[in-house]
Every structure is written in C-alpha cells, then in structure tokens.
C-alpha cells in the first residue's frame, strides 16, 4: 500500500504543533521547570519546519526548502538540549544558537539546486539520527542516575527513530531516494515517515511520564528524611536497610554529648546547626551506599554495608575526630558537644538488624558510662579512646 509523503508530513506537522503548545502551557504554570519550554519549541519548529517542506510546489523554495529544512534541523537540536536541561546538565544559551548555526545552515548549499533532493535528504538525515543517538544516551544516562523507569523507555524510543533516519541517509546516499521531488513512489520512505510520527507523539507522553516520575520519586525521598539534617529519618531507613541475611553490614549508634547543656546555655539554634553539622560531617565520612538515620533528637545511627568490625570501629573514630574538629571552628561556644559511639557488626551467624541494634546500643550506653567522646566496639569488647 502507498502512503502519500506530504500528506504525512502535514499530519506531523500538526502533530508537533499541538505537542509544542501543549508543553509550552505546562511550562506556564511554573510546576515542571525550564525543560517544556525547550522542548515546546523544539516541537514548534519541528512542526513549522515539516509544514514548509509539505508546501513544496506550492510556494518559493526558499519557503519549502530553506527555511523548512533548516527549521527541522533546529528544532531536532533543541530536542537534545530540552533532555538535557531535564537532566539538569548546564546549556548555554549561547553555545545553543552556535550549534544551531552550525548545523542547521549548511543544509542551504544544497538548496541551490532544487534538484538536489538525496543529498538535502542525506544531509538532514545524517543530523536527525545523531540527534536521537545523543538523546538515548542522555535517557540512558538518566535512568542510571535517578533510577527513572520512564527515562529508559525514552532511551529505547530513540533507539527506532535512530535507526529509520540511518536508513533515510543510506537510501538517500544510494540515490533510491531522488528525483526532482522529495515525494516520489518509494513505499520505504513512507512507511518510514509514517512510522516517526507515531514515535514523534510517544516521546513527547514519555518525557511527560519522567517528570511525573521524578516528582513522584522526591515527594517519596522528602517524606523518607529529616528535614533538619537531611539524615534519614525511621521510616526512610526502614524502607533501605538491608535485611537480607546473605549482607553482612555494621551498626554505629551515635549520641551527641552534652547537647541539652548546648541547647540551655546556647540556644535551639545553635543546637540545630550543631545537627547539621553533624550530619555533613559524617555523611562526609561515610561510603556513598552507607546510610544516616536520625532516630530522635541528638541520636543518630548509621548503617554500613560489607563492613567488618575492626574498619567499622575505624569509621566511627573517624566521624568522631571529624565531628571535634569541626566543632573547634564554631565561634562562640561555652559547651563543645562530642560523640559517644557504640559499634556492633553482625557475623554470617548474626545478621538479625533489631538484635545488632541492641548491641550497638548496649555499647553506646558503655561508651558513656566510660567518660563520654568515644567509641565501644560490642562484638568482641574492642574499643578506641
């Protein structure tokens, strides 16, 4: 069955038209960020771009074949910088108009000649296929970061239309697409177009989805942490903790010393900035996988996975060293707050989490017991003054 070429251009045309108004009325209401503006636009030009082109024979071909091109290629491009202004990447605006430029404008050397339709073809092609390998990267990108569901089904939505614009230029470049007209007989070329159309509309509900997801995924991480410290509160370190018996990991139970004496004779204020700066300081000693909870006032427990006891005990006087040093650069205080530690890690025959917490605890209330501003190990009795 033939389809007709500039029919399906105007269709995604209009396709585009109305998925780049739509995304610019969403980035109107100020919930969503920078990035449906610049994928509004994008779609916009797209869709102008392809409205020209379908006019060809019908106005001047600097109507048709100039601006419409060179409009095509300008929107693709902007659709890699919208994903990139969604993963939060820097774009500048005007390293954005040099690239633009750069790419897009070429394409009317091969305008001079109306005629010349597969190496436009080729040309336009080769650009829109590097364009939706640079966005699967991204959308790979950010699945790996953000563990975002919808951004790998972005990634394998590009993955196609990547490969029927690699189709398009081999065409092109084999003169099976040529002529005097862009719209010839070739089915190929037409289920092709056919088909983008389809991905074209898909891509634009799943970058919607992403943005839904990710909002999802903070609302879920905020309710999850302390909004003091940033610390995981009891809730968020039940839903990470590992409970598995195959993970072996350590228990730290921290208490700030003296932190009710602080609070009476210097403030809630300054009380609350000494949690922040515990909770920098440790996160800043701390394993990226290892985890910060706090469990009530000035009491804290972290979590470390795959740690045997002698390192853990290591870590906890570190964190420990660390929190007196800092502490030394606060002006002004009467009170200098310390840590008392206790340390429990589990065994291949002891990996039950409330068990190891009691003994991490029973070893925090030794470490007090025994002057304070130290660290008690529970497993074997060894501890580090």
């Known amino acids: 069955m033939m389809l007709d070429l500039r029919t399906i251009y105007v269709v995604s045309a209009m396709t585009c038209l109305v998925l780049g108004s739509v995304h610019l009325a969403a980035h109107r209401t100020g919930r969503f960020g920078r990035?449906?503006?610049?994928?509004?636009?994008?779609?916009?030009?797209?869709?102008?771009?392809?409205?020209?082109?379908?006019?060809?024979?019908?106005?001047?071909?600097?109507?048709?074949?100039?601006?419409?091109?060179?409009?095509?290629?300008?929107?693709?491009?902007?659709t890699f910088f919208a994903v990139r202004v969604f993963a939060g990447r820097p774009v500048g605006k005007r390293y954005c108009v040099l690239a633009i430029a750069c790419i897009s404008l070429p394409v009317l050397m091969f305008t001079v000649d109306p005629a010349a339709v597969s190496a436009r073809i080729l040309y336009v092609s080769t650009v829109c296929c590097l364009c939706d390998l640079a966005i699967l990267r991204q959308g790979v990108a950010i699945h790996r970061r953000e563990k975002l569901f919808s951004a790998g089904l972005l990634a394998w939505l590009y993955m196609p239309t990547a490969a029927i614009f690699l189709v398009r230029s081999l065409l092109a470049a084999s003169g099976q697409i040529a002529g005097p007209s862009a719209f010839g007989d070739n089915p190929v070329h037409g289920w092709m177009a056919a088909?983008?159309?389809?991905?074209?509309?898909?891509r634009s509900m799943v970058i919607v989805l992403m943005a839904a997801e990710r909002s999802r995924n903070e609302l879920i991480d905020l309710a999850?942490?302390?909004?003091?410290?940033?610390?995981?509160?009891?809730?968020?370190?039940?839903?990470?903790?590992?409970?598995?018996?195959?993970?072996?990991?350590?228990?730290?139970?921290?208490?700030?010393?003296?932190?009710?004496?602080?609070?009476?004779?210097?403030?809630?204020?300054?009380?609350?900035?000494i949690l922040r700066l515990f909770a920098r300081v440790a996160q800043a000693v701390l394993r990226p996988g290892d985890l910060l909870s706090r469990q009530g006032g000035d009491e804290f427990l972290a979590v470390?996975?795959?740690?045997?006891?002698?390192?853990?005990?290591?870590?906890?006087?570190?964190?420990?060293?660390?929190?007196?040093a800092a502490v030394m650069q606060v002006p002004g205080l009467a009170v200098f707050p310390t840590l008392s530690i206790g340390v429990a890690a589990s065994s291949e025959t002891d990996v039950d989490f409330e068990q190891l917490l009691r003994k991490a605890d029973e070893a925090l209330y030794a470490s007090k017991r025994r002057g304070r501003n130290r660290v008690e190990a529970s497993a074997k009795g060894e501890q580090a003054a």
Not at 247 to 258: G, K, M, R, T, V
Not at 304 to 324: C, G, H, W, Y
């Open 224 to 273: 999850h942490r302390d909004p003091l410290t940033g610390a995981l509160n009891r809730g968020g370190l039940a839903q990470r903790v590992p409970f598995s018996r195959a993970q072996s990991f350590a228990l730290l139970a921290i208490d700030i010393d003296n932190f009710k004496q602080l609070n009476d004779q210097h403030g809630h204020v300054l009380g609350d900035d």
């Open 304 to 324: 470390l996975k795959d740690m045997p006891d002698a390192e853990a005990v290591q870590t906890a006087e570190m964190i420990r060293l660390a929190f007196s």
């Open 195 to 202: 088909t983008a159309v389809v991905f074209l509309t898909l």
């Open 35 to 78: 990035w449906p503006a610049w994928w509004g636009v994008s779609n916009l030009l797209i869709g102008i771009g392809s409205f020209c082109v379908s006019l060809r024979d019908f106005v001047p071909s600097f109507v048709s074949l100039d601006a419409g091109n060179v409009l095509t290629i300008a929107g693709y491009l902007l």
